[in-house]
């Protein structure tokens, strides 16, 4: 049942990270609140398989900053690669274009 809430609480995370991190415009409307269903699940099942009690604190604050941390950084890298690769392939298709 818990496991439950970590999938709900890493959805929510996901959205409110594809809503109010700036590269949004560089991904589609999934992929982040899906790395943050995927890492919120991971983390919890990492955790408990660590040794963690899934009735204390420290197991949800673990999982769900870490579940921040991960989207956040997720959002940065593949923002900054998606535009890196948008601008080669812009340079490569506008190479000796001739503006009228």
Known sequence: MELLFVVLGGAI???????????????????IPAVGVV???VLWVA???AG???????IW????????????LTDVV??????AGDDRMLHQLTKG???R
Not at 13 to 31: C, F, K, N, Q, W
Not at 52 to 58: C, E, F, S, T, Y
Not at 78 to 83: D, P, S
């Open 61 to 72: 604050w673990i999982t769900l900053l870490g579940t921040a941390l991960v989207v956040a």
């Open 47 to 49: 955790l408990t398989w």
């Open 78 to 83: 593949v923002g900054r690669l998606r535009t």
């Open 39 to 41: 890492s919120a699940s």
């Open 52 to 58: 963690l009690r899934w009735n204390g604190g420290w």
């Open 97 to 99: 274009a001739v503006a």
């Open 13 to 31: 995370i996901g959205l409110a990270g594809r809503y109010l991190l700036p590269h949004r415009h560089t991904h589609g409307s999934v992929l």
